[in-house]
C-alpha cells in the first residue's frame, strides 16, 4: 500500500515570508494529491489538490508543486498570514490510483506556526 | 448543504461499554470513509464504502470495532466493548469522487 512521509512536522515562519511543507509518497501508480488544513479543534478542510497530469496548481497565496520521476509533491504558501497557523497534512491514495472508491493515506501533518 | 453531519460530538464512557457513532454523509456522495485521530498516530483510515459497500475494512484494529452502512444516508462505527486506548476523535468523511469532506467529528473518552 500507499506510504506517505511528511516534513517538517513542525515549521515557524515569520509574517509576510514563505512556508514550503514537502511530502513523498511510495506508489509510483498514485495520481491524486491533496492538502488539509486543520485547524485546532476543528475538522481537516481540503485546500488545494493536484492530479499528476500537471506540475503545478495555484491558488491565491497558496499552490502545490508535484514530481512524479521523484515520487514527491510540496505545499507553498506566500505572504503567510497569522490566520494560516494550523496544522497542515498532505495525503495520497491508498490503492495508487485516484479517484473513484480509493481511500487516502495521511502524512503525520505539519504544524505551521506564523510568528507575528 | 449541511455537509458531513456526525453524531455525538463528544462521547464519555467507562470503559468496557458499547459506544455507537453515526454518521450522515452529504447527499449524492457515494463513498464514505470513517478515520481516527490521535496525537501519536496521526489521521488512520478505518474503514470505507463505495455504494454502500463495504469496500476495505484492513484499518479496523480489532474485532471490537464494527461498521456498517445500510442506506446511502446512514452510517455507524460500534465499538463494543470500548477500551482507554481506544479514546479519539472519530471522523467520518464523504465523497463524490475526488476531495474528501469531513464531518465534525466525534471525540471519545473512555475511562
Known amino acids: 500500500g500507499e506510504n506517505v512521509e511528511q516534513h517538517p512536522s513542525t515549521l515557524s515562519v515569520q509574517e509576510g515570508d514563505s512556508a514550503v511543507i514537502k511530502c513523498t509518497y511510495s506508489?509510483?501508480?498514485?495520481?491524486?494529491f491533496p492538502w488539509y488544513k486543520q485547524e485546532l479543534g476543528k475538522r481537516p478542510q481540503l485546500i488545494i489538490d493536484?492530479?499528476?497530469?500537471?506540475g503545478e496548481k495555484k491558488d491565491q497565496r497558496i499552490a502545490v508543486t508535484l514530481n512524479k520521476t521523484a515520487k514527491h509533491f510540496s505545499l507553498h504558501i506566500t505572504e503567510t498570514q497569522p490566520e494560516d497557523s494550523a496544522v497542515y497534512f498532505c495525503?495520497?491514495?491508498?490503492?495508487?490510483?485516484?479517484?473513484?472508491?480509493?481511500?487516502?493515506?495521511f502524512g503525520k501533518g505539519t504544524h505551521l506556526i506564523i510568528q507575528p | 448543504d449541511a455537509g458531513v453531519i456526525q453524531s455525538p460530538r463528544h462521547e464519555v464512557t467507562e470503559m468496557g461499554q458499547e459506544v455507537t457513532l453515526r454518521c450522515k454523509p452529504i447527499?449524492?456522495?457515494?463513498?464514505l470513509f470513517w478515520y481516527r485521530q490521535t496525537m501519536m498516530r496521526g489521521l488512520e483510515l478505518l474503514i470505507y464504502?463505495?455504494?454502500?459497500?463495504?469496500?476495505?475494512d484492513s484499518g479496523m484494529p480489532e474485532d471490537r470495532f464494527s461498521a456498517k452502512m445500510p442506506n446511502a444516508s446512514f452510517s455507524t462505527l460500534k465499538i463494543q466493548p470500548s477500551e482507554p486506548r481506544d479514546s479519539a476523535v472519530y471522523f467520518c468523511?464523504?465523497?463524490?469522487?475526488?476531495?474528501?469532506?469531513f464531518g465534525s467529528g466525534t471525540r471519545l473518552t473512555v475511562v
Open positions: 506508489d509510483s501508480a498514485s495520481n491524486y
Open positions: 493536484i492530479r499528476s497530469n500537471v
Open positions: 447527499s449524492g456522495h457515494n463513498s
Open positions: 468523511a464523504s465523497r463524490a469522487y475526488y476531495g474528501y469532506t
Open positions: 495525503a495520497a491514495p491508498i490503492g495508487g490510483s485516484g479517484g473513484g472508491a480509493d481511500g487516502l493515506t
Open positions: 464504502f463505495n455504494n454502500n459497500v463495504p469496500i476495505d
